[in-house]
């Protein structure tokens, strides 16, 4: 039987004999952790299927994208159609405390980016993919309306 997207968390889990964890217990940075692979393979796969080049121009169009100033740009778009529990979960990783800081960005980009990672990481882990594929879909297409 194939399975779909929204269950890779589960069949890793069972193919790994993992204890499955409670998601809402998870810190806004592992959320994070996991969102911004999350983020970066869904944005990646979006630049392959767009043609096959050279790997350091997929390289570097798929930075433009998830560097932390895009990252905030991106969730800003959003934020208007975000649920109360994904607005949440953006608040959470956005206020965590962080000890790091992404080069080229300011503060307060890194922080909403990491408010996007940790929702990413959410709605991955709580197998829903498709609502994270929505999102970043919703906010290229407003994104591009406003002209970047």
């Not at 399975?3 to 998870?26: C, G, R, T």
């Not at 800003?76 to 159609?81: Q, T």
Request: hydrophobic share 40%.
């Amino acid at each position: 039987m194939e399975k779909s997207v929204n269950q890779i968390p589960d069949l890793l889990i069972e193919q790994f004999q993992l204890a499955k964890q409670e998601i809402n217990l998870y810190s806004p940075l592992t959320l994070a952790y996991i969102g911004d692979a999350v983020y970066d393979l869904m944005v990646r796969t979006l630049i392959v299927e767009k043609g096959n080049c050279a790997v350091n121009k997929l390289h570097k169009k798929t930075s433009e994208i998830v560097k932390a100033p895009a990252q905030a740009k991106m969730i800003e778009e959003i934020l208007p159609v975000l649920t109360e529990k994904e607005q949440e979960i953006y608040r959470r990783g956005r206020n965590a405390k962080s000890y790091t800081m992404a080069k080229n960005a300011t503060m307060a980009e890194y922080r909403k980016a990491t408010g996007l990672e940790a929702l990413m990481g959410y709605l991955y882990l709580n197998g829903e993919f498709e609502r994270a594929v929505e999102l970043l879909k919703t906010g290229l297409e407003l994104e591009k309306q406003r002209g970047k």
